[in-house]
């Protein structure tokens, strides 16, 4: 049973913090890229930030470069969010999603998260 669960969002003041978290169960949460996107109401989902299995290497949207921090602990097959400095831009629905490719056989494997709200708003 492949489940992706999200906590960590609501409502924060703008220049405010908070930290999204995904509890990942049901596969072999080390194999796979982790990836938080975002959408916003009537805007096109976006990649926030990526982070590779084991956590060697990071990519981040250049619009939350230097104020977020994906990150992930294998041990607990969970992947975070960092968000400081928000601001209203910041608004919007989270997705965390899990990715799995094999390049020599060409198959790929996805999970989604049931998404999580962040409303940057004094």
């Known amino acids: 049973q492949v489940q992706l669960v999200e906590s960590g969002g609501g409502l924060v003041q703008p220049g405010g913090s908070l930290r999204l978290s995904c509890a990942a169960s049901?596969?072999?949460?080390?194999?796979?890229?982790m990836i938080w996107y975002r959408q916003a109401p009537g805007k096109e989902r976006e990649l926030v930030a990526r982070i590779t299995g084991f956590g060697g290497s990071t990519n981040y949207a250049d619009s939350v470069k230097g104020r977020f921090t994906i990150s992930r602990d294998n041990a607990k097959s969970t992947v975070y969010l960092q968000m400081n400095t928000l601001g209203p831009e910041d608004t919007a629905v989270y997705y965390c999603?899990?990715?799995?490719?094999?390049?020599?056989?060409?198959?790929?494997?996805?999970?989604w998260g049931q998404g999580t709200q962040v409303t940057v708003s004094s």
């Open positions: 999603y899990a990715q799995y490719s094999n390049w020599r056989s060409g198959k790929g494997y996805e999970y």
């Open positions: 049901g596969f072999t949460f080390s194999s796979y890229a």
